[in-house]
T-cell receptor
């Protein structure tokens, strides 16, 4: 099992460009999450999907959109990238909804917006 | 929203010394989880605490959940260079929404 995979691993964008970060899990998990990690800021939740067909905003959703394509895949889209979105993005999944579940993280996407 | 505060932000120890990081919340937590992130890596789950006053051990690591369920600590005895990384706590308030709130983490550096 690959666990949680993310593509791409690295990306450089110019201000105003758009892109989609891909995430997939092969653990048959129901819930998936997108976080961003900035130096000294810890992990901040952008969006999550408690189950297939549902998505909800997290702490920092502005400038992002998500799609839960199916049970395995959860994508994050930046419609018009800004330098403030330079960050490391982690996707995670849990077997069930709710905070009692262990989160499994992907390897991350390191995004730079110039 | 509910905040989970973590101290210290950084800690530099000599190999063999002990290390403790603390996690505090202004509201009662339903549960708390601890994660470790190695430099350049991704967070990896260590443990979950749910009960008031709970203490769990994993080899040289000891995790505690406060009696009031508002604080938690991670103590490492006799640190090794393999302990290097950032340790995060994550909790959910009993009256909060669905998701966990992560602390900002404590970065541990261990020199031989």
């Amino acid at each position: 099992n690959a666990g949680v995979t993310q593509t791409p691993k690295f990306q450089v964008l110019k201000t105003g460009q758009s892109m989609t970060l891909q995430c997939a899990q092969d653990m048959n998990h129901n819930s998936m999450y997108w976080y961003r990690q900035d130096p000294g800021m810890g992990l901040r939740l952008i969006y999550y999907s408690a189950s297939e067909g549902t998505t909800d905003k997290g702490e920092v959703p502005n400038g992002y959109n998500v799609s839960r394509l199916n049970k395995r895949e959860f994508s994050l889209r930046l419609e018009s990238a800004a330098p403030s979105q330079t960050s490391v993005y982690f996707c995670a999944s849990t077997l069930g909804a709710g905070s009692y579940n262990e989160q499994f993280f992907g390897p991350g996407t390191r995004l730079t917006v110039l | 929203g509910q905040q989970v505060m973590q101290i210290p932000q950084y800690q530099h120890v000599q190999e063999g010394e002990d290390f403790t990081t603390y996690c505090n919340s202004s509201t009662t937590l339903s549960n708390i989880q601890w994660y470790k992130q190695r430099p350049g890596g991704h967070p990896v789950f260590l443990i979950q605490l749910v009960k008031s006053g709970e203490v769990k051990k994993q080899k040289r690591l000891t995790f505690q959940f406060g009696e009031a369920k508002k604080n938690s600590s991670l103590h490492i005895t006799a640190t090794q260079t393999t302990d290097v990384g950032t340790y995060f706590c994550a909790g959910r308030g009993t009256n909060s929404g669905y998701a966990l709130n992560f602390g900002k983490g404590t970065s541990l550096l261990v020199t031989p």
